[in-house]
C-alpha cells in the first residue's frame, strides 16, 4: 500500500485497536511506513498473524498484543507491556478502530408495518433485546471510551499527542435496520467533541474520521449478491453516494496522516471528518 504524502513519525509510538479489519490494517501499515513503533490491539492473535505477516511481507514492522477493548484488565495489561516489555512509556497516537455490527441489534426490514408484528420470521424493533443491542453499543462506544481512559495517560507527555476515533455516516443520519450502530457512532461522535475539550490543556487532540460506504468482511452479505452483483441497499446507497462508488480503504489513509500530523492539523481539533464521496452532503435531490 501506497501512502499519500511523506511524513516522518520515526520514535512515535502508536497504538491501533481493530487492527485486524480491512480499515484498521490500513492504518497499522500506512503509520508504520510512516515510521511509527505500532501497536495492534485485538481479540484474536490468529486472525492478527495473517496482517502482521502481511506488514512484515511490506518491509515493515509492527507488533501484536492480545486484548479485548471491553476488558479494562487486558487493556491495562496491554499497556503495562508496552511500557515494560518494550520500553515504551510514552503514547503519541491513539487510535480507537475496533467495532462493528451485528444481527442482534438489526431489524429485518426498514419501516414497521403492522402485519410484520405476526411473523415469526421478521426482526422488529419490538424485537430486539437487550443483550444483542448492548453488545454493539458496548463494541462501539465502550470500547472507544475505555482504551481512552487506558492509555491516554501515557500521551499526556507527548508533544504530538492525538486520538483518532472512527465513527461513521451514521452518526449524521442513521441508517434504517441498524439502530444499534447508529446509535452507538453517534455517541463516539460527541465523545470526540467532549474529549477534545477535556483535554485541551494537556495538549491532546481529539478529531474523528467517519467513513463513507466501504466493502469489507462484517457488510458484504449486505451489499453484495450471491454472483457479486450489487444489492438493493448497495444500489441505493450508490444513488446517494455523488461519488458513485464504495470507497477503498486507501481514501481514508490522507485524511488519518492529516490528522496525526501536528504541523498539518495542530489547530484541528474536536472535529468528525467524513471521509464518503459526498455522501453526507447530498440531500437525494
Given amino acids: 500500500m501506497e501512502i499519500p504524502f511523506e511524513l516522518d513519525l520515526r520514535d512515535k509510538v502508536a497504538v491501533v485497536t481493530g487492527g485486524y479489519g480491512k480499515l484498521g490494517s490500513a492504518f497499522v501499515k ?37 486484548c479485548d477493548v471491553l476488558e479494562g484488565e487486558d487493556l491495562k495489561k496491554a499497556r503495562q507491556i508496552i511500557k515494560e516489555d518494550y520500553g515504551k512509556n510514552q503514547i503519541d497516537i491513539l487510535i480507537n478502530c475496533a467495532g462493528g455490527n451485528h444481527p442482534d441489534g438489526t431489524t429485518s426490514k426498514e419501516y414497521l408495518h403492522e402485519e410484520d408484528l405476526k411473523k415469526e420470521d421478521v426482526t422488529t424493533f419490538f ?83 467517519a467513513p463513507g460506504f466501504y466493502l469489507t468482511e462484517q457488510n458484504k452479505e449486505l451489499l453484495l449478491n450471491d454472483d457479486g452483483s450489487y ?33 498539518g492539523s495542530d489547530f484541528v481539533n474536536g472535529t468528525v471528518v467524513p471521509v464518503d464521496g459526498g455522501f453526507s452532503a447530498y440531500s437525494g435531490v
Fill in 127 to 209: 424485537d430486539l433485546d437487550k443483550k444483542g443491542f448492548g453488545h454493539v453499543f458496548d463494541l462501539n462506544f465502550m470500547g472507544t471510551f475505555l482504551t481512552t481512559q487506558v492509555f491516554a495517560k501515557d500521551m499526556i507527555e507527548s508533544d504530538t499527542a492525538t486520538i483518532i476515533n472512527i465513527s461513521s455516516m451514521n452518526a449524521f443520519t442513521p441508517l434504517t435496520k441498524i439502530p444499534a450502530y447508529s446509535g452507538a457512532k453517534a455517541a463516539v461522535s460527541n465523545f470526540t467533541k467532549w474529549l477534545a475539550v477535556h483535554f485541551s490543556p494537556v495538549n491532546i487532540r481529539v478529531n474523528a474520521i
Fill in 30 to 66: 500506512a503509520l508504520a511506513k510512516c515510521g511509527a513503533d505500532v501497536f495492534i490491539l485485538g481479540r484474536n492473535p490468529k486472525k492478527g498473524e495473517d496482517v502482521l505477516n502481511e506488514i512484515l511481507g511490506e518491509g515493515i514492522e509492527a507488533d501484536i498484543l492480545k
Fill in 231 to 263: 444489492t438493493d441497499r448497495a444500489q441505493k446507497i450508490l444513488s446517494h453516494t455523488p461519488m458513485n462508488r464504495f470507497g477503498k480503504k486507501e481514501d481514508l489513509i490522507g485524511t488519518l496522516l492529516w490528522l496525526v500530523s501536528k504541523k
